[in-house]
């Protein structure tokens, strides 16, 4: 059994003013057994005589009442009328969704409405917002790792772009390969960063072969940082910036590794180490160790 409220304006109604006992009856009847979704009343004559406790003809006159013309109505929809019959039998109340959908709520319960609604559709825009900021976020983070492969080099580990077509040997970018398998350094592209350094490390080259070091120089210098006790536990072979600082430091390098391999000191070899001054921009750690090993740093040979 559902449930109806009653308009109390029925109480000012011209209905309730100038009707009589028995059309009130049959009003209120109508109004609590109508459909609560369309306000159709499925009742014949008899039956609402039955349940109102009329007689048929009084029902009758009285259901014709309510379907005509009321000009004293405040309702001015339909005419005034407040019933009509349709085809296959029953009535329907025509106001009835009209004052079934009209807001009695308080003035307090309205304005908590106004709020809640408020706060739904502010939590929508809430929600739309970070959906946007997520799809943007995953497109930049998709993006991101087209540009950067997987997988990427363990920290430490230089990366270097390769061209396309494989460099000769003896060019800049033939020796920075070389210099990157001789070290164990991989051969990975990762991002701008990494691109730069590679990008130093073959234009560092290019300038000493354009200084007048040659390649054998180079790869010399490389060859006797590894071999070297200092420089390889420094590691600086794998930092083209020590050990390709310039032309001059790689001669001496280079001449170091020949007096090494030829084992006996080479003219060439004086100043194979880096002055004071060098030692100390690397660190204080580096020049403790450099006087721990080769002696003062005052004395070191240039």
């Known amino acids: 059994m559902t449930y109806f409220p009653i308009d109390r304006d029925i109480l000012t109604s011209s209905l309730w003013a100038m009707g009589t006992g028995e059309q009130v009856k049959v009003w209120l009847y109508l109004l609590l057994s109508a459909d609560p979704r369309t ?3 499925r009742d014949t004559d008899p039956a ?3 349940r109102c406790g009329l007689s048929v003809e009084a029902t009758t006159q009285t259901l014709d009442w309510l379907a005509s013309r009321d ?5 001015r929809a339909f005419g005034g009328r407040r019933i009509k019959r349709v085809p296959g039998g029953g009535l329907l109340v025509l106001n009835y969704l009209s004052y079934q ?3 009695y709520s308080t003035p307090r319960v309205q304005r908590f409405r106004e709020r809640r609604a408020a ?12 959906e946007t900021k997520n799809k943007n976020k995953n497109k930049n983070k998709n993006k991101r790792q087209q540009q950067h492969p997987p997988n990427p080099p363990s920290r430490g580990e230089l990366c270097v772009e390769l061209s396309d077509s494989t460099p000769g040997t003896d060019t800049p970018q033939g020796l920075v390969n070389w210099w990157a398998e001789r070290t164990n350094t991989k051969l990975r592209s990762r991002g701008a960063k990494d691109s730069a350094v590679a990008r130093a490390a073959i234009a560092r080259a290019a300038r000493l072969l354009k200084a007048g070091a040659t390649p054998e120089d180079l790869r010399g210098a490389v060859e006797f940082a590894l071999a070297d006790d200092f420089y390889s536990a420094k590691g600086y072979a794998k930092q083209t910036a ?3 600082k310039s032309a001059e430091r790689v001669e001496q390098l280079a001449a170091k590794w020949e007096a090494m391999q030829g084992g006996e000191e ?3 070899a004086s ?10 921009a690397m660190s204080a750690e580096a020049a403790a160790q450099f006087e721990a090993e080769h002696g003062p740093v005052a004395a070191a040979r240039r």
């Open 39 to 41: 306000g159709l009343v």
């Open 48 to 50: 609402i005589a039955l």
């Open 71 to 75: 000009s004293s109505s405040r309702t």
């Open 101 to 103: 959908k009209k807001d």
């Open 119 to 130: 706060g739904a559709e502010t939590m929508k825009r809430v929600s739309e917002t970070l």
């Open 242 to 244: 020590v050990v390709w």
């Open 266 to 268: 080479s003219e060439r």
């Open 271 to 280: 100043g194979a180490y880096p002055t004071a001054e060098e030692l100390r």
